[in-house]
């Protein structure tokens, strides 16, 4: 405590004295007033009537409690030096970050630490600070200064002369600036020099002697008084501007619950992919659109909804918040939220895997579909493998070179390190999985470990069809057989284009098409050619459809593409005469007789004069020629395509195929070069995700456990889902890890191809001026509508209110 002394005089005189011991002795009365503050508030035991009450953390309840506002603040002793504000009998102290909930951490980022609040803060700001309290860090190990020193938790109480030790409540610590601050005096003095209020003290060898200066300071007394007098006009509601805040409350509430159906309607559209607007944007009139029909729909049976359009026909409200703006708005809200949890999701699981490919919208833009892999570690017992999509981004430079930027700058907005990933896939394009300059490439150049997998399916999309996946497999089969009898659909199929051909009036091109396409079914080489295509086809059908589930595991894969290709290498040897065969009983069916047309005389032109002519001369048959321009490079391109896909596979299946068989692991040996082998595929700069010799010895010692607990095949979401019910990951750390990064990795992008479906879905031709943004959050609404349906939107909701509430009563 300091006073200015006239340099005259060096001892304060008797009156002096008195004078100051009266000011004292005024305020300590004045704040004595405050001592018996348990009248005002319900007190309780500690810990009673939670709902939410976890012994291990007890602290954080309390400051929950603490921010919804629950009056249980209680005020002891006798003197102001020692006077302390508890919560449920217990200091208010916050843990580390990390036991706390997302959803507590996302609503306050900023207010946790002292040292993130803004240089100027509005008393709307500092009324909310002091209904949250003041938050006490705590932690095992503070950071060290350069001569060893910190802070330590025990500053946050204080022991008086009687031995008694009660808590420094205004004392707070920062973490980002590593320093302690003075909790009211940081409110109200915005004069204060000491280093308690302005910049934090970190002169940790002068703390203690600091703060026992401060405590007793005058104006350190005044803040807390003033921070006192604050909390309780804000707990009994008696504030200045109480009736302003009822007033605004009130129409929060109102705002609160308008939104909620405007964001369960738009949800509702984007879920099901629906057109929001009509040719009006106005209310009541016609062709005004699904947004606008659902909200005077629900108006005749909601009284909420009724009576807000009754005040935007009136004109009593300034917004009615029905137009296009809002559904931009609340269709970001809404995708940014479930983006949120997405990342949340991958930064929990730390390995993820890229899925991406490009394809043109209805306007032509060239869009960019990512999709993130992870194992996703729920808050349950059950591990699952996810996939998740991050949105539609449009690419002006499709080569790998640009689409590489894009993807790098989308992980990086969204906080994923390139060194977590462990695997990527694209289609089979070049600027995909281009051993120079395609993405994949250039990933791995930034990451080695990011392993490259090319989609199973796309090679099997054989590359003489211009369709995606099995080539339209329904197609070929509606001309084959006729669904339930046994009669050929080709018949029915040539007699429709006949009569086609002979409506009157009919188009002539249609009707000159309808022919052509009618005498080409009874031509033998194309009845030979549709059995060779469906036989093809079905064998690639069955293999393409297994492919496409999320958690195939990579050894099956392999399995299933050698199968394949077992059955085209067969099929090259002794199909094209089977297919003859089959042909010649689909022929009697058509009343075609089963034979080739001869082929059309080939005029040759010779090279010199003295050489004969060779025109109307065939090498071949027409059955052979047809065999060798058709069947046979059919045959061969199907063969390359499956081949390589198997290669690639294989290779990696060889490295890590033994962890898909954790109950047929006999041999320690063999297991033990495994292990290495997968050790040295995960090794960049000398560093491994995992220990090959550690990895032995635990898959050699949970092998007995899961032998005895499961019947089935042991497969790795059994070993993970086992790990983590039994809390085993410290004792099993490498296979938890090597198992995460076995699943991360895809074997097809079977998630991107309906992503694109879902983009057809959205932007149609009607809607083909739909904005990036909004094409992007209403495929992310559409394909992860799993999470928007459970989000929970009463905290944006709340705020959005308020904020509209504020400015409509600023207005009047």
């Given at each position: 405590?300091?006073?200015?002394?006239s340099n005259?005089?060096?001892k304060?005189s008797?009156?002096?004295?008195r004078?100051?011991?009266s000011?004292?002795?005024q305020?300590?009365?004045?704040?004595?007033?405050f001592?018996?503050?348990?009248k005002?508030?319900?007190?309780k035991?500690?810990?009673?009537g939670?709902?939410?009450?976890?012994p291990?953390?007890?602290?954080?309840?309390?400051?929950m409690?603490?921010?919804?506002?629950?009056?249980s603040?209680i005020?002891?002793?006798?003197?102001i030096?020692s006077?302390?504000?508890?919560?449920?009998?217990e200091?208010?102290i916050?843990?580390?970050?990390?036991?706390?909930?997302?959803?507590?951490?996302?609503?306050?980022p900023n207010?946790l630490?002292?040292g993130?609040?803004?240089?100027?803060?509005?008393?709307?700001?500092?009324d909310?600070?002091?209904?949250l309290?003041?938050f006490?860090?705590?932690?095992?190990?503070?950071?060290?200064?350069?001569?060893?020193?910190?802070?330590?938790?025990?500053?946050?109480?204080?022991k008086l002369?009687?031995?008694?030790?009660?808590?420094?409540?205004?004392?707070v610590?920062?973490d980002?600036k590593?320093?302690?601050?003075c909790f009211c005096?940081?409110?109200f003095?915005?004069?204060s020099?000491?280093?308690?209020?302005?910049?934090?003290f970190?002169?940790?060898?002068h703390?203690?002697e600091?703060?026992?200066i401060?405590?007793?300071?005058?104006?350190?007394?005044k803040?807390y008084?003033q921070?006192?007098?604050?909390?309780?006009?804000l707990?009994t509601?008696?504030?200045?501007?109480?009736?302003?805040?009822?007033?605004?409350?009130?129409?929060s509430?109102?705002?609160?619950?308008?939104?909620?159906?405007?964001?369960?309607?738009t949800?509702?559209?984007?879920?099901?992919n629906?057109?929001?607007?009509?040719?009006?944007?106005?209310?009541?009139?016609?062709q005004?659109?699904?947004f606008?029909g659902?909200?005077?729909m629900?108006?005749?049976f909601?009284p909420?909804?009724?009576?807000?359009l009754?005040?935007?026909?009136?004109g009593?409200?300034s917004?009615?918040y029905c137009?296009?703006n809002?559904?931009?708005?609340?269709?970001?809200?809404?995708?940014?939220k479930?983006?949120?949890?997405?990342?949340?999701?991958?930064?929990?699981?730390v390995y993820y895997?890229?899925?991406a490919?490009?394809?043109?919208?209805i306007?032509?833009?060239e869009?960019l579909?990512?999709?993130i892999?992870i194992?996703?570690?729920s808050?349950?017992i059950?591990v699952?493998?996810?996939?998740?999509?991050?949105g539609?981004?449009s690419v002006?430079?499709?080569?790998?070179?640009?689409?590489t930027?894009?993807?790098?700058?989308?992980?990086?907005?969204?906080?994923l390190k390139?060194?977590?990933?462990?695997?990527?896939e694209?289609?089979?394009?070049s600027?995909?999985?281009?051993?120079i300059?395609?993405?994949?490439k250039?990933?791995?150049?930034?990451?080695?470990l990011a392993l490259?997998?090319?989609?199973?399916?796309h090679?099997?999309?054989?590359k003489?069809c211009?369709?995606?996946w099995?080539?339209?497999?329904?197609?070929?089969k509606?001309?084959?057989?006729?669904v339930?009898t046994?009669?050929?659909?080709?018949?029915?199929?040539h007699?429709?284009?006949?009569a086609?051909?002979?409506?009157?009036?009919?188009?002539?091109e249609?009707a000159?098409?309808?022919?052509?396409?009618?005498?080409?079914?009874?031509?033998?080489?194309f009845?030979?050619?549709?059995?060779?295509?469906?036989?093809v086809?079905?064998?690639?059908?069955?293999?393409s459809?297994?492919l496409?589930?999320?958690?195939?595991?990579?050894?099956?894969?392999?399995?299933?593409?050698?199968?394949?290709?077992?059955?085209?290498?067969?099929?090259?040897k002794?199909?094209?005469?089977?297919?003859?065969?089959?042909s010649?009983?689909l022929a009697?069916e058509?009343q075609?007789?089963?034979?080739?047309?001869?082929?059309k005389r080939?005029?040759?032109?010779?090279?010199?004069f003295?050489e004969?002519?060779?025109?109307?001369?065939?090498?071949?048959?027409?059955?052979k020629?047809?065999e060798?321009?058709?069947?046979?490079?059919?045959?061969?391109?199907?063969?390359?395509?499956?081949?390589?896909k198997f290669?690639?596979?294989?290779?990696?299946s060889?490295?890590?195929?033994?962890?898909?068989?954790v109950?047929?692991?006999?041999k320690?040996?063999e297991?033990?070069?495994?292990?290495?082998?997968?050790q040295?595929?995960?090794?960049?700069?000398?560093?491994?995700?995992i220990?090959?010799?550690?990895?032995?010895?635990?898959l050699m010692?949970?092998?007995?456990?899961?032998s005895?607990?499961?019947?089935?095949?042991?497969?790795p979401?059994?070993?993970?889902?086992?790990?983590?019910?039994?809390?085993m990951?410290?004792l099993?750390?490498?296979?938890?890890?090597?198992?995460?990064?076995?699943?991360?990795?895809?074997?097809t992008?079977a998630s991107?191809e309906?992503?694109?479906s879902?983009?057809?879905?959205?932007?149609?031709?009607?809607?083909?001026?739909?904005?990036?943004?909004?094409?992007?959050?209403?495929?992310t609404?559409?394909?992860?509508?799993?999470i928007?349906?459970?989000?929970d939107?009463s905290?944006?909701i709340?705020d959005?209110g308020?904020?509209?509430a504020?400015k409509?009563?600023?207005?009047?």
């Amino acid at each position: 405590m300091s006073h200015k002394i006239s340099n005259s005089r060096k001892k304060l005189s008797g009156y002096e004295y008195r004078k100051r011991k009266s000011v004292k002795d005024q305020k300590f009365e004045k704040i004595k007033k405050f001592m018996s503050i348990e009248k005002y508030v319900a007190y309780k035991k500690p810990n009673e009537g939670r709902e939410d009450f976890n012994p291990d953390a007890s602290t954080i309840s309390t400051t929950m409690s603490n921010k919804i506002g629950e009056p249980s603040t209680i005020f002891k002793n006798s003197c102001i030096t020692s006077l302390q504000i508890e919560v449920d009998n217990e200091p208010v102290i916050l843990k580390e970050s990390n036991d706390l909930s997302e959803d507590f951490l996302q609503e306050t980022p900023n207010l946790l630490d002292c040292g993130n609040w803004p240089i100027v803060r509005s008393s709307n700001f500092v009324d909310h600070l002091i209904k949250l309290g003041p938050f006490q860090i705590t932690k095992e190990k503070y950071p060290e200064g350069r001569n060893g020193r910190h802070f330590s938790s025990i500053y946050y109480n204080r022991k008086l002369a009687n031995g008694e030790t009660f808590c420094r409540r205004w004392l707070v610590y920062s973490d980002s600036k590593n320093s302690v601050f003075c909790f009211c005096c940081l409110l109200f003095d915005n004069n204060s020099k000491s280093n308690l209020v302005s910049d934090g003290f970190k002169k940790w060898r002068h703390l203690t002697e600091t703060l026992g200066i401060h405590e007793n300071n005058v104006s350190h007394m005044k803040c807390y008084q003033q921070w006192v007098e604050t909390e309780i006009r804000l707990k009994t509601g008696k504030t200045i501007d109480n009736e302003e805040i009822k007033i605004i409350e009130k129409d929060s509430l109102r705002w609160q619950n308008v939104l909620l159906r405007l964001m369960n309607i738009t949800l509702y559209l984007a879920e099901n992919n629906m057109a929001f607007r009509g040719s009006s944007d106005k209310l009541f009139t016609p062709q005004n659109g699904k947004f606008l029909g659902l909200i005077q729909m629900l108006a005749k049976f909601d009284p909420v909804m009724q009576k807000h359009l009754a005040l935007a026909i009136k004109g009593d409200t300034s917004d009615h918040y029905c137009g296009k703006n809002i559904q931009n708005e609340l269709i970001d809200l809404m995708s940014q939220k479930v983006n949120d949890k997405i990342i949340n999701r991958v930064l929990k699981a730390v390995y993820y895997s890229i899925i991406a490919d490009c394809t043109p919208d209805i306007s032509r833009k060239e869009q960019l579909s990512l999709t993130i892999r992870i194992v996703y570690l729920s808050l349950d017992i059950r591990v699952e493998i996810k996939e998740y999509f991050l949105g539609f981004f449009s690419v002006s430079d499709s080569t790998g070179l640009g689409l590489t930027e894009v993807l790098i700058e989308l992980l990086t907005k969204h906080g994923l390190k390139i060194s977590n990933c462990r695997g990527q896939e694209y289609d089979n394009g070049s600027n995909m999985k281009g051993k120079i300059n395609g993405v994949q490439k250039r990933i791995l150049n930034l990451n080695p470990l990011a392993l490259y997998v090319p989609c199973g399916n796309h090679s099997l999309n054989l590359k003489l069809c211009d369709t995606r996946w099995e080539a339209k497999i329904s197609s070929v089969k509606a001309v084959r057989y006729q669904v339930g009898t046994c009669r050929s659909l080709s018949s029915d199929v040539h007699d429709a284009l006949i009569a086609l051909s002979e409506i009157e009036g009919c188009n002539p091109e249609t009707a000159r098409e309808a022919i052509t396409v009618g005498e080409q079914l009874k031509d033998f080489s194309f009845l030979v050619s549709l059995i060779v295509w469906y036989d093809v086809l079905f064998q690639v059908n069955i293999v393409s459809k297994t492919l496409q589930e999320k958690d195939m595991d990579i050894t099956q894969c392999a399995k299933l593409l050698k199968s394949c290709c077992s059955f085209l290498e067969n099929y090259r040897k002794c199909g094209f005469k089977d297919a003859i065969i089959k042909s010649k009983n689909l022929a009697i069916e058509l009343q075609v007789e089963p034979v080739f047309k001869p082929l059309k005389r080939i005029i040759r032109v010779k090279r010199h004069f003295d050489e004969p002519a060779q025109d109307g001369i065939y090498l071949f048959s027409p059955e052979k020629k047809l065999e060798i321009d058709f069947f046979n490079p059919l045959l061969e391109t199907s063969l390359i395509s499956m081949r390589e896909k198997f290669i690639q596979l294989e290779n990696y299946s060889e490295v890590c195929g033994f962890l898909y068989n954790v109950d047929s692991l006999q041999k320690i040996e063999e297991i033990l070069k495994s292990c290495l082998a997968l050790q040295s595929k995960l090794t960049v700069n000398l560093k491994s995700d995992i220990n090959g010799i550690l990895l032995c010895d635990e898959l050699m010692s949970i092998k007995p456990f899961l032998s005895e607990m499961v019947k089935d095949k042991i497969t790795p979401i059994i070993v993970l889902n086992f790990i983590k019910q039994h809390k085993m990951q410290d004792l099993y750390p490498n296979t938890w890890i090597a198992m995460r990064i076995l699943l991360t990795i895809p074997v097809t992008v079977a998630s991107r191809e309906r992503s694109f479906s879902k983009m057809k879905l959205i932007k149609t031709y009607l809607r083909s001026t739909m904005s990036q943004d909004r094409l992007s959050s209403l495929g992310t609404l559409s394909i992860e509508k799993n999470i928007a349906e459970n989000l929970d939107f009463s905290t944006l909701i709340k705020d959005f209110g308020d904020k509209k509430a504020r400015k409509i009563n600023l207005k009047n």
